[in-house]
């Protein structure tokens, strides 16, 4: 069973620091692009970032400069590292993946989101 499993949420004060992991398991042979998406109370989700097999990084305007994308392929992990939090960044993060299953099927797969609350 293919699972994206996140970890690293929690409460943060204005202008702290948390780092988010993703690690997909279950019969992944690779992956292609991953990313972080996130979601406030009553707002779509949105892109926060992506990283493509290679590393090449694309950021959402907002977090440009604050939060740093990685991805440590021998572990099909992915990291966000963030910076200068501020309280619009509060919401659910969610980690995505393309992956590539053994049998050569794509998938694109969801992590079940993390919480995180920027808040004095």
């Known amino acids: 069973q293919v699972q994206l499993v996140e970890s690293g949420g929690g409460l943060v004060q204005p202008g702290g620091s948390l780092r988010l992991s993703c690690a997909a398991s279950g019969g992944v042979f690779s992956i292609n692009i991953m990313g972080w998406y996130r979601q406030a109370p009553g707002k779509q989700r949105e892109l926060v970032a992506t990283?493509?097999?290679?590393?090449?990084?694309n950021y959402a305007d907002s977090v440009k400069d604050r939060f740093t994308i990685s991805r440590d392929n021998a572990k099909n992990t992915v990291y966000l590292q963030m910076t200068s939090l501020k309280p619009e960044d509060t919401a659910v993060y969610y980690c995505?993946?393309?992956?590539?299953?053994?049998?050569?099927?794509?998938?694109?797969?969801w992590g079940q989101g993390t919480q995180v609350t920027v808040s004095s």
């Open positions: 990283i493509s097999t290679r590393g090449r990084a």
């Open positions: 995505n993946a393309d992956l590539l299953m053994y049998g050569g099927a794509w998938l694109q797969a």
